[in-house]
């Protein structure tokens, strides 16, 4: 079993950078490739971003390509991502999720879901 906590959502303006952070407890962090995932009110939840365990490979949604990245820290059991020039568009909760691959995870494929943080850009 894994428990992930998100934090780090805010309100911010267009163009402005923020960091959510996900910290992980339970089995052994690096045996699992780590996501971020968004949904928007009345939309489904779509893939953000993905790590491999030990941090080799990433993949991102085209949406977001250039303007997020996704690390991960394995000695502390956490994964980051940084969002810059954020857009309106890019207002969701944001989940944190943990899979048997990235490549895994960018396709949906996951094992374990985080509670979500809440990011709002508006001017």
């Known amino acids: 079993q894994v428990q992930l906590v998100e934090s780090g959502g805010g309100s911010v303006q267009p163009g402005d950078s923020l960091r959510l952070s996900c910290a992980a407890s339970g089995r052994s962090f690096s045996s699992y490739a780590m996501g971020w995932f968004r949904q928007a009110p009345g939309k489904e939840r779509t893939f953000v971003a993905a790590?491999?365990?030990?941090?080799?490979?990433?993949y991102y949604a085209d949406s977001v390509e250039g303007r997020f990245t996704i690390s991960r820290d394995n000695a502390k059991n956490t994964v980051g991502l940084q969002m810059n020039s954020l857009k309106p568009e890019d207002t969701a909760v944001y989940f944190c999720?943990?899979?048997?691959?990235?490549?895994?995870?960018?396709?949906?494929?996951?094992?374990?879901w985080g509670q979500g943080t809440q990011v709002t850009v508006s001017s």
């Open positions: 790590i491999s365990r030990y941090g080799g490979t990433t």
């Open positions: 999720a943990a899979g048997r691959s990235s490549s895994g995870l960018r396709v949906g494929v996951t094992d374990y």
